[in-house]
């Protein structure tokens, strides 16, 4: 199936001044309970309903790391995990695409001014993302990149998307080894794929799509690499705090912020059922997910903080660590309401069941394998302690 995406919306009035963290965050907390009301329709959609996507839109809130010079509020990843948290209280897929599309414009904002400009000065920047297209490695040629036609799977948001945010593999110049690279591609040019059906996360829309054989002009490609601090930065990057980090480390931080949100929401359905469940010990629960919350903001502090560009292999290895740590412990305080629901809590009706699906299916998301990710950060932790100190004369 393919969608027509809804003209961006430009806020009434002309530019709206940049959020701060605080608003930012009300903003999102205010929005909760209307995105609330269209979860049933996103979960029959299969797609967010339009109405939801404008909410969105005229809150600013796909634009959170958005650098205030292209009209976003210039925020840091610890404001896009809190607003991903409080919007998935109501919605976990209208979170989820927030969380997508709103980390992309951070990753245009250090690609070629060109590309900058075509994006991030239209009303609205909704860029959807595809970490891997698959296909052969597209070819270096005079005025660009040829990508072979290619297909792409997961791409939530993107009957909403304007652009395309995609990985590809592709020579740095004509006749090198291919590399990781990612392009922008017109959601215009891509054929959408109706196969999104699944048990969670319903109103994503992250189906799939094809490409043709296209040129891909040079200012819209990036070495993926560019996207670390820790090298030089092709084309600058914003000075600001969040350019300081790595995609490596933070790309899926503010995902937790959905599993945070669906916990939040199930615990909610318990108090709004009278906290029936007499096995069910909610402030201990609450503390889960107020620990996990916590753990990720003082990750995010630290790598802010570090004197290494873009964090020590520690600290990288922790970030990602520990947001499939939160991942994994809020998928379980989801699933223990819903087990202490009841009979009812089985039916297509019940707010818990929907929370539920969309817990399981968000922390199938390869971020949040603790098994995966775990050992990384024992081994990084094992090197930081056993390696030389330096000692002055």
């Known amino acids: 199936m393919t969608t027509t995406a809804p003209a961006p919306s430009a806020p009434a009035g002309g530019p709206r001044p940049p959020l701060t963290h605080a608003e930012a965050v009300a903003t999102a907390r205010a929005l909760a309970p209307r995105l609330r009301d269209h979860a049933p329709e996103a979960d029959r ?30 925020l840091g990843f610890d404001t896009a995990l809190l607003v991903t948290e409080e919007l998935s209280r109501g919605c976990a897929s209208a979170g989820w695409v927030r969380a997508v599309m709103g980390g992309n414009t951070w990753a245009v904002a250090q690609m070629p001014v060109r590309a900058r400009q075509e994006v991030l000065s239209a009303p609205s920047s909704r860029v959807a993302l595809q970490l891997r297209l698959d296909g052969p490695p597209a070819e270096r040629v005079a005025d660009g990149y040829l990508l072979p036609g290619m297909r792409g799977r997961f791409c939530s948001g993107i009957d909403h998307a304007e652009w395309i945010f995609a990985g590809v593999s592709a020579p740095a110049a004509p006749g090198s080894e291919p590399e990781p690279h990612v392009v922008l591609l017109p959601r215009r040019v891509t054929e959408g794929i109706d196969d999104w059906h699944t048990g969670g996360l319903r109103g994503t829309g992250s189906r799939s799509f094809t490409t043709p054989e296209l040129l891909v002009p040079e200012h819209r490609v990036l070495p993926l690499s560019g996207l670390d601090p820790v090298n030089a930065s092709p084309h600058g990057r914003p000075e600001t705090a969040p350019y300081r980090m790595a995609f490596a480390a933070i790309g899926t931080v503010a995902l937790a912020g959905v599993l ?101 299916a968000a922390a199938q998301h390869p971020a949040f394998d603790l098994r ?4 990384p950060h024992a081994e990084a932790l094992s090197s930081a302690v056993t390696a030389p100190r330096e000692t002055s004369a």
Do not use: K
């Not at 995966?372 to 050992?375: A, F």
């Open 260 to 360: 945070l949100g669906t916990a939040r929401a199930a615990l909610d359905t318990h108090t709004e059922n009278g906290g029936r469940g007499s096995a069910l010990d909610a402030p201990a629960l609450t503390a889960t997910v107020d620990a996990a919350r916590a753990l990720l903001l003082a990750d995010l502090a630290a790598l802010a903080d570090s004197g290494t560009p873009g964090g020590s292999p520690e600290e990288r290895s922790r970030m990602r660590r520990d947001i499939a740590y939160a991942g994994t412990r809020c998928r379980e305080v989801v699933s223990t309401v819903y087990e202490a629901s009841g009979a009812g809590a089985i039916y297509d009706t019940a707010p818990v069941q929907r929370i539920w699906r969309d817990a399981n």
């Open 372 to 375: 995966r990710w775990g050992p």
């Open 45 to 74: 959609l299969r797609t967010l309903p339009d109405a939801a996507v404008r909410l969105l839109d005229e809150a600013h809130l796909f634009d959170v790391l958005t650098p205030r010079v292209w009209g976003g509020s210039g």
